[in-house]
Nanobody, 121 residues
Framework: QVQLVESGGGLVQPGGSLRLSCVAS????????IGWFRQAPGKQREGVSC????????YYADSVKGRFTISRDNAKNTVYLQMNSLKPEDTAVYYC??????????????WGQGTQVTVSS
């Protein structure tokens, strides 16, 4: 059974940084685009970022551009989300998901269970 596990969340002060990891088991991430999403209490889930599997093209929501960086290490079967200059409005549960294709198509297949990020002083 495919499993995605997110880690790296926690409590951080505004302006701080966190790096989230998404590790896959029983599944090779190499051939698929991977996305990061978040869902804050009382809000809909929103797409944060996506990275393709071939040329490494990346996409970001406007709200995180210039602050978040998505990357992947296929040798480790892991995708990362480096989050800098965090704001209280970044507080949410963050999820990773596999796309059905090698590019960021928006058709999501497998999901992790999420990791909580709380930005507060």
């Amino acid at each position: 059974q495919v499993q995605l596990v997110e880690s790296g969340g926690g409590l951080v002060q505004p302006g701080g940084s966190l790096r989230l990891s998404c590790v896959a088991s029983r599944f090779t991430l190499d051939y698929y685009a991977i996305g990061w999403f978040r869902q804050a209490p009382g809000k809909q889930r929103e797409g944060v970022s996506c990275i393709s599997s071939t040329d490494g093209s990346t996409y970001y929501a406007d709200s995180v551009k210039g602050r978040f960086t998505i990357s992947r290490d296929n040798a480790k079967n892991t995708v990362y989300l480096q989050m800098n200059s965090l704001k209280p409005e970044d507080t949410a549960v963050y999820y990773c998901a596999t796309d059905k294709y090698y590019y960021c198509s928006g058709y999501w297949d497998y999901w992790g269970q999420g990791t909580q990020v709380t930005v507060s002083s």
